[in-house]
């Protein structure tokens, strides 16, 4: 079992930066991918981006490149994600999720959600 807890969301104007952190409670969080999804009102959960068990692999999606950086400290028990040249379009709950296993793109796959932290892009 693992319980995941998201912070650092809030409010940033256009262009502005914000770093969002999720503490796993459980003593195998080495054990797991990790991923950030995000939910806007009225869409569906998108991927954002996701990083392996050891962070030696990462994945963005095309919204997030360039712009999001995913990091973990498996000491810390934390996953991390940078976020800077904010946009309005990035407003949404943002989701911290673990699974087991390889990393995935998919939000089906993942079995352990945190609540979420709402980031609020204002122009």
């Known amino acids: 079992q693992v319980q995941l807890v998201e912070s650092g969301g809030g409010l940033v104007q256009t262009g502005g930066s914000l770093r969002l952190s999720c503490a796993a409670s459980?003593?195998?969080?080495?054990?797991?991918?990790m991923a950030w999804f995000r939910q806007a009102p009225g869409k569906e959960r998108e991927f954002v981006s996701g990083i392996n068990w050891i962070g030696s692999a990462t994945r963005y999606a095309d919204s997030a490149k360039g712009r999001f950086t995913i990091s973990r400290d498996n000491a810390k028990n934390t996953v991390y994600l940078q976020m800077s040249s904010l946009k309005a379009e990035d407003t949404a709950l943002y989701y911290c999720?673990?699974?087991?296993?390889?990393?995935?793109?998919?939000?089906?796959?993942?079995?352990?959600w945190g609540q979420g932290t709402q980031v609020t892009v204002s122009s």
């Open positions: 999720s673990a699974r087991r296993g390889d990393m995935s793109d998919l939000s089906s796959e993942y079995a352990y």
């Open positions: 459980g003593r195998t969080f080495s054990m797991y991918a």
